[in-house]
């Protein structure tokens, strides 16, 4: 035993080899990892802000096509334009007000087709900016919207954004410019703060938005290290190192450079799809290898520490050969009764009660009882008997006969399981609760307990205080319930009255403009045949007023149904459903409907009907517009105490989810509109949707008896 075996030598050194090796692994394998998560993490970052700012210029532009596709835009402007009045002016100009509030757009204006500004809604005067006046004549020669370059505003304004649509004196190709409506963005209330969110906690991360200026590039947005540089720090091409130079020469993905202010970067190009933008987002590279550095340092330290452990390994393998045995022998003697006197401190001065017990079995190894090996102090002053009178005797004879059957299953879980095991009993003699843990070890295991009456009482209490609490809290969600009852009927209150004022406006103008122009076309008819021996040219004047007459006459009917249809007062709602879905299938051809009515107006409450002719107009409307489907299966039938009304399309479906997000849309409008209508009226609104596969709507309302 004077040297080391050579066994122990070759199993150092292999496990030094393997160290070694899988250190080295480990430290690349962590370092590129790191990295692949870093660029990873940047180019996730890129593209939801990619996406999130085509969007606000997508959203820009369809505001600006949508306001101009009004009516209020065609003939109100236009009729301004030609003839200003002031009621015009103050008209317009509430509309502007209407604008700023709602789309928050920070100014509103009319310019004519050479630019000129005509009316704006801050009372701003001076010339357009150059950038307007260049997007004024695309958007005039192209009869699009058009949204301007950010550009720099006067000197008390910020960076602003204009989005330009179009006004021609008619609709159609030959039609000629009559200016452009203007909306102007202010770019520190809507497009600032979408470049400055970075969606995770960081010290140096930040988007940049740029654009090629010449030969260099300028900065679109202010930055997070250096103030005052949206559309005033310019950075030459030459630069080629600097991330946002290499965006606008072409490159992207993920690169390393040098930012704006010399620091080393991570950052991910990437250009702003139908626009002159690019957008690069950054992290400081010390701040993505921070962690790395640390990281390295430890896997170096534990790399070090394995081998110092091996060569300890090796020292104290080389001792425990050499060491004579009676030595150790008389270590592990002493070690031995040192840990019995810190037991037996321990176990003595418990302030729990513990108690040790061997297991008794029988012939065939199932536990028959338990005997007592030891206790402590307080165990034994609960059983009021010494150790002595007690030790070695079975739980039967202390605690009295019938103990081993009543404390067995316990026993056997923890024997089997060979896990410890908490559980409470009471004593009803003494009126006391205790909590017991039982531990297995081996052919032995140890009780102890605690005396937990006093957590009992404090539990009962508040439980007590809980239910009285549940009390009130019931007798609240009552007097909420009965508030929001309060609310529906006043809501539905609000919806009838609307009704009214509907049908009321359908009786006037079908007792007066459609009597009126009724009692036109026939004495016009009359006085047509009258003067039929006049020459040619007076006849055919009168001619062409007949069909004028005729489509304001239509028109008056339409306005009437558009109202309120007079069929569901007249003949009931099951009729009128018929000749809504007749007239649908007449105006739109390729789309087929299936009925299937199994209910009678007598059924159907008065007030529910204009309700579900409401979200019928509204769904079949929306399936024509949106869902390019062929086939519409319509239900309306009677289920026990409930009515059911069911639209389901084969049409291309829509995300349920994108829908919600997008509340400002005309299809969100629809569905918030039908949801409302049917929650006002005591129904239930369930919409089914998905991308590819058609649509199904489902209302139900209670029906009650009537009167």
């Known amino acids: 035993m004077s040297g080391i075996p050579r ?160 006004l021609f004196s008619e609709i159609g190709q030959a039609s000629e410019p009559l200016g452009a409506l203007i909306l102007q963005i202010d770019a520190r209330q809507s497009f600032y703060p979408l470049i400055e969110f970075w969606p995770t906690p960081s010290q140096s991360a930040e988007s940049l ?30 630069q080629k190192d600097l991330p946002a130079v290499m965006a606008v020469l072409g490159k992207e993905g993920v690169v390393e450079g040098k930012d ?73 003697q002493e070690a031995l009764k040192e840990s019995e006197a810190k037991y037996r401190n321990l176990f003595e001065n418990m302030t729990e009660e513990v108690r040790l017990w061997q297991l008794v079995r029988d012939e065939n190894g199932q ?19 010494t150790l002595d009178q007690i030790k070695g005797k079975s739980v039967d004879e202390i605690s009295g006969l019938g103990a081993t059957d009543h404390d067995m299953p316990v026993v056997e879980k923890i024997m089997t399981g060979g896990v410890p095991l908490s559980f409470e009993e009471y004593f009803p003699n003494t009126d006391k609760h205790f909590r017991f ?5 081996g052919d032995y295991f140890i009780t102890t307990g605690a005396d937990i009456s006093d957590i009992k009482k404090a539990q009962e209490q508040l439980r007590r205080a809980h239910d009285e609490l549940g009390i009130r809290v019931e007798e609240r969600t009552r007097d909420l319930a009965r508030a929001n009852e309060e609310l529906r009927r006043l809501s539905s209150r609000l919806m009838t009255a609307q009704e009214d004022e509907r049908k009321r406006i359908a009786s006037d103008l079908h007792d007066t403009i459609g009597s009126c122009l009724v009692g036109v076309k026939y004495k016009v008819e009359s006085t047509l ?29 339409r306005i009437q149904l558009d109202l309120r249809p007079s069929m569901i007062d007249d003949l009931g709602l099951l009729p009128t459903l018929s000749w809504f879905c007749r007239t649908f299938g007449q105006t739109y051809r390729g789309i087929r409907i299936e009925q299937k009515i199994d209910i009678t107006d007598v059924d159907i409450l008065d007030p529910l009907k204009i309700v579900v002719f409401r979200v019928t107009q509204e769904a079949m409307n929306n399936i024509a517009r949106h869902s390019k489907a062929d086939l519409v299966r319509f239900s309306l039938r009677k289920l026990d105490d409930r009515m059911e009304l069911v639209l389901e399309d084969n049409g291309r479906g829509f995300s349920l989810k994108e829908a919600h997000s997008r509340r400002t849309t005309v299809k969100g409008l629809g569905l918030t509109s039908m949801r409302e209508r049917a929650e006002l009226s005591g129904g239930s609104f369930d919409i089914q949707s998905v991308d590819g596969k058609g649509t199904i709507l489902i209302a139900v309302w209670p029906l009650c008896k009537k009167g």
């Open 437 to 441: 843990t039982s531990v297995p070890l």
């Open 367 to 385: 536990i028959k009882t338990w005997r007592l090996v030891d206790a402590n102090p307080p165990a034994l002053r609960t059983w009021g008997r």
């Open 260 to 332: 704006y202010r010399g620091v080393e970067v991570l950052s991910a190009l990437r250009a702003i799809p139908d626009s002159p933008w690019f957008l690069v987002t950054k992290v400081d590279k010390t701040e993505i290898l921070a962690s790395w550095r640390l990281q390295s340092q430890l896997i170096l330290i534990l790399i070090l520490g394995l081998m110092a452990a091996m060569a300890a390994t090796v020292g104290m393998a080389w001792q425990h050969y050499t060491k004579e045995h009676y030595r150790a022998l008389y270590q592990s």
């Open 7 to 166: 066994w122990l030598t070759a199993t150092f050194a292999i496990v030094f080899l393997v160290l070694m090796g899988g250190g080295a692994w480990f430290y690349r394998a962590q370092e590129y990892h790191l990295r692949t998560g870093a660029e990873e993490n940047l180019q996730a970052i890129s593209r939801l802000k990619a996406a999130q700012i085509a969007a606000w210029r997508a959203e820009r532009l369809a505001d600006a096509t949508e306001i101009v596709d009004r009516y209020f835009t065609h003939e109100v402007i236009a009729r301004w334009m030609a003839t200003p009045q002031a009621e015009s002016t103050k008209q317009i100009l509430s509309w502007f007000h209407g604008l700023q509030i709602y789309y928050k757009y920070h100014d509103a204006l009319i310019a004519d087709a050479s630019g000129q500004m005509r009316l704006s809604l801050t009372g701003r005067k001076g010339p357009l900016h150059v950038e307007t006046l260049k997007a004024l004549e695309t958007a005039l020669r192209e009869r699009r919207s058009v949204l301007t370059d950010l550009h720099q505003g006067p000197a008390d304004q910020a960076p602003y954004a204009e989005a330009i649509a179009p």
């Open 529 to 557: 045949q009258e003067i039929r021996k006049i020459p040619e040219a007076a006849a055919e004047s009168l001619d062409s007023i007949i069909p004028r007459i005729r489509e304001a006459i239509d028109e008056c009917r």
């Open 209 to 238: 938005v740029v654009r090629r200026d010449g030969d260099g590039i300028l900065f679109l947005n202010e930055l997070r290290h250096q103030k005052k540089t949206a559309l005033n720090l310019r950075i030459p091409l030459s």
